[in-house]
């Protein structure tokens, strides 16, 4: 049985950003037992987040991995990691085949439908660094991945993020874009997210 698919990487070709799609780094089968595994094994949490001084519960489930014992904070709260295993080593490894990035840290996201959500924003932290790599793995449901030009209004895309599949932001990606996961009346299964990065 094939582990992983053979791919070339979609450019979105995006101005003041780099921005690639692997829309099958991972074979179906083997992205099935991945989701299935980490939805049963990862201890995922809820927190509650500020936007503009009021607080709210987060609308989606998170956890974060990592090699080392650095933190990772945003909107306020402050994460620490768990010991990488076994399962987001392999994949880790796998990413970073398509990378000159040694990653640190995994954040992982638990949509849990299409209610779920994360808002526009940018993974700026000062934790990880001027040009910041982040590759984004997708396993479960498709959700829609909206980006934005932080100056420019009128340049905007999206792209459908299908299970197995990679994307990776890296350069001045995080200066000049935001980017989000909207909501989606029409999604009713769950998509589980991880976020390879580098902390600093």
């Known amino acids: 049985?094939?582990?992983f698919e053979d791919d070339n990487p979609k450019n979105l070709n995006l101005p003041d950003a780099e921005?690639?799609?692997?829309p099958n780094l991972i074979a179906p089968g083997q992205a099935l037992n991945y989701?299935?595994?980490l939805l049963k094994e990862v201890p995922w949490q809820q927190d509650d987040i500020k936007v503009f001084g009021k607080v709210y519960?987060?609308?989606r489930l998170t956890a974060l991995y990592g090699n080392n014992?650095?933190?990772y904070s945003y909107s306020n709260i402050t994460m620490k990691p768990l010991p990488f295993t076994p399962l987001l080593l392999k994949l880790k490894e796998k990413v970073e085949q398509h990378t000159s990035a040694n990653f640190t840290t995994c954040l992982l996201?638990?949509?849990?439908?299409?209610r779920d959500s994360n808002g526009w924003h940018a993974d700026d932290e000062k934790e990880l660094g001027e040009h910041p790599i982040i590759a984004s793995v997708s396993l479960?449901?498709?959700?829609?991945f909206h980006l934005k030009h932080k100056k420019n209004?009128?340049?905007?895309?999206?792209?459908l993020l299908e299970s197995g599949s990679l994307l990776l932001m890296q350069g001045e990606t995080q200066k000049n874009w935001l980017h989000q996961i909207p909501k989606s009346k029409k999604v009713t299964d769950p998509r589980i997210n991880l976020t390879f990065r580098v902390i600093k």
Do not use: C, F, H
């Not at 996201?109 to 299409?114: F, K, M, S, T």
């Not at 479960?140 to 829609?144: L, Q, T, Y």
């Open 1 to 3: 049985m094939k582990l």
């Open 19 to 22: 921005v690639a799609y692997y």
């Open 35 to 37: 989701y299935n595994t």
């Open 57 to 59: 519960s987060q609308p």
């Open 69 to 71: 014992e650095k933190p």
């Open 109 to 114: 996201n638990l949509y849990r439908d299409g």
């Open 140 to 144: 479960g449901a498709s959700r829609w």
């Open 153 to 159: 209004k009128e340049l905007k895309t999206k792209i």
